[in-house]
């Protein structure tokens, strides 16, 4: 192997030298070996570390080490699997940003990643590897026990990275068939979706299903099913994960504002438009378009999106040329569209077509047994976030979760359970942690016609108001009601905001 090399000319040959080696390897184990070998000795520093994630994308692992000359592999070491604490990694990564550190003695960082030796160590370089799509595979590292400026190895060293990351997935697509992502990842259900229900297994049967295949995907169900948690689950368990996943509510932003949001826009398109811009179509290119509440796209839009959905071409705003885009595109909605359709609200061609794979996803009270596991999950997940001791769970606050309709579905859960752990000062959650007014049913033995009427349809608008966050047009709406005939009922059967915001 190479020495360390001074001179511009002399790096320039060795960096085309291990280029050169990289290319002619011919299995996985002797490029990973040439690789680490190689950074080590361009940079001239004792250890060298490749990072990689992990199928899911989700964890990041060590692939290879060098540590003065003496090589280590994932596949027969005890190295960690998990480096989701390293602050100094994440951010790196997080930032998509080289990290060089000249002087790590004294310094405030954590590197505990870094092997334990009886020479301290003194500099360090993080390198994110970043393909040409703009997406992050991994991580470069290099640290030395001399004070070192290892800033201008970077470059350098993150193609060479990049390279050999590309030589290592082509070699095992030539050597094994491909291997099928996980269907479980720690801690979670299947698609590392929680739940175990009966009604989840089958939304999981559906995901499998439609998981590797191009088909667009149309996610129904009530506001807070988790429409989008499952669009994430499809993206990151498919084959688009190590690509961009991006959101766009189709409600939150004005017509003209959808528009150029989608499809980008070219200066001078319109006013105040000083730059070319490209849309979301373009950002997601080779990965995921989740469009959410599409049922509330203008009709004006849904012909240029049928359009992109049958011939995978854009044109921004202000432009005559047209060019094409691979994008998976996975829509969301909690309204019924075949009745928009018959209203003329929505066109019937987009609808076959967004509708190749329609997921219905049950309701919270849908999915027996899920509610306590649910909890439980968004208090552990609540009491990291609060830097807390875990807390524990009252049998008397469970069965009050339990005999709860939930309305509001998996965020009003979030949300009930998030405040609950705020106000829990002790180690365990009891009821009166909980906002929960759970309404005995009263005797109606005395009661007339009327009245019961009149308590059925108060109980109807509360649950209608919560299930749409308290937003009267969209509950007059799924009503069939006009708005004034809505307000005019909430006065009649006095309900105010505090019977259904909770």
Same mark, same amino acid.
Request: net charge neutral; proline share 6%.
């Given at each position: 192997m190479f020495k360390q090399i001074a001179q511009p000319l002399a790096c320039a040959e060795a960096l085309l030298a291990q280029f050169s080696r990289l290319s002619r390897a011919v299995d996985d184990a002797a490029l990973s070996a040439d690789f680490i070998l190689g950074v080590a000795s361009l940079s001239g520093c004792e250890l060298a570390q490749l990072y990689v994630f992990d199928a899911t994308h989700s964890r990041l692992e060590m692939h290879t080490e060098c540590l003065e000359g003496q090589l280590q !592999?994932?596949?027969? #070491? %005890?190295?960690?699997?998990?480096?989701? +604490?390293?602050?100094?990694?994440?951010? $790196?990564?997080?930032?998509?940003?080289?990290?060089?550190?000249?002087?790590? /003695?004294? #310094?405030?960082?954590?590197? %505990?990643?870094?092997?334990?030796?009886?020479?301290?160590?003194? &500099?360090?370089?993080?390198?994110?590897?970043?393909?040409?799509?703009?997406?992050?595979?991994?991580?470069?590292?290099?640290? &030395?026990?001399?004070? =070192?400026?290892?800033?201008?190895?970077?470059?350098?060293?993150? +193609?060479?990275?990049? !390279?050999?990351?590309? *030589? =290592?997935?082509?070699?095992? *697509?030539? %050597?094994?068939?491909?291997?099928?992502?996980?269907?479980?990842?720690?801690?979670?259900?299947?698609?590392g979706l929680v739940g175990n229900s009966a009604a989840m297994r089958q939304t999981w049967s559906l995901i499998s299903k439609v998981l590797h295949s191009p088909y667009t995907v149309l996610l129904c169900g009530e506001t807070g099913t988790g429409k989008e948690?499952?669009?994430? $689950?499809?993206?990151?368990?498919?084959?688009?994960? #190590?690509?961009? !996943?991006?959101?766009?509510?189709?409600?939150?932003?004005?017509?003209?504002?959808?528009? /150029?949001?989608?499809?980008?826009? *070219?200066?001078?398109? !319109?006013?105040?438009?000083?730059?070319?811009?490209?849309?979301?179509?373009? $950002? $997601?290119?080779?990965?995921?378009?989740?469009? +959410?509440?599409i049922g509330d796209m203008p009709l004006s839009l849904q012909a240029k999106l049928l359009r992109v959905l049958q011939e995978g071409e854009v044109r921004p705003l202000g432009s005559n040329d047209t060019h094409t885009i691979d994008v998976r595109i996975i829509a969301a909605t909690h309204r019924n569209l075949k009745q928009l359709m018959e209203e003329g609200k929505f066109r019937e061609d987009l609808y076959y077509r967004l509708a190749q794979f329609p997921i219905q996803l049950p309701a919270l009270r849908q999915r027996d047994g899920d509610i306590l596991e649910l909890a439980r999950h968004f208090a552990d997940k609540a009491c990291t976030f609060l830097r807390r001791d875990p807390v524990r769970w009252s049998d008397a606050a469970l069965g009050h979760l339990a005999a709860y309709g939930f309305p509001g579905n998996i965020r009003e859960l979030k949300a009930m359970v998030e405040r609950a752990v705020l106000l829990c000062e002790g180690a365990e959650l009891l009821v009166e942690h909980f906002a929960l007014h759970i309404e005995t049913p009263p005797d109606q033995s005395h009661l007339s016609l009327r009245e019961r009427m009149r308590q059925i349809e108060r109980k109807l608008l509360i649950d209608c108001l919560r299930k749409n966050a308290g937003n009267q047009t969209l509950s007059a709406r799924e009503l069939g009601l006009p708005l004034r005939t809505l307000l005019y009922r909430l006065g009649r059967l006095k309900i105010c905001r505090r019977d259904f915001d909770e």
């Open positions: !592999f994932r596949e027969r #070491s %005890s190295l960690p699997t998990d480096y989701s +604490d390293e602050q100094l990694l994440q951010f $790196a990564l997080d930032q998509n940003r080289v990290v060089c550190l000249g002087t790590l /003695s004294g #310094s405030l960082h954590k590197i %505990s990643f870094l092997p334990t030796r009886a020479v301290p160590w003194q &500099s360090l370089l993080c390198v994110p590897l970043v393909t040409q799509q703009e997406t992050v595979e991994g991580l470069l590292l290099c640290a &030395s026990d001399r004070h =070192m400026d290892l800033h201008g190895f970077a470059e350098p060293l993150g +193609d060479l990275g990049v !390279f050999a990351l590309n *030589r =290592m997935h082509q070699l095992q *697509r030539v %050597s094994r068939p491909t291997r099928p992502v996980p269907t479980k990842l720690p801690g979670a259900g299947g698609y948690v499952v669009a994430r $689950a499809i993206h990151d368990c498919g084959g688009r994960r #190590s690509k961009a !996943f991006i959101v766009q509510n189709c409600a939150a932003v004005p017509e003209h504002l959808l528009e /150029s949001e989608l499809f980008g826009y *070219r200066k001078g398109a !319109f006013t105040g438009a000083d730059r070319d811009r490209p849309g979301l179509f373009d $950002a $997601a290119n080779g990965g995921t378009l989740l469009l +959410d509440e």
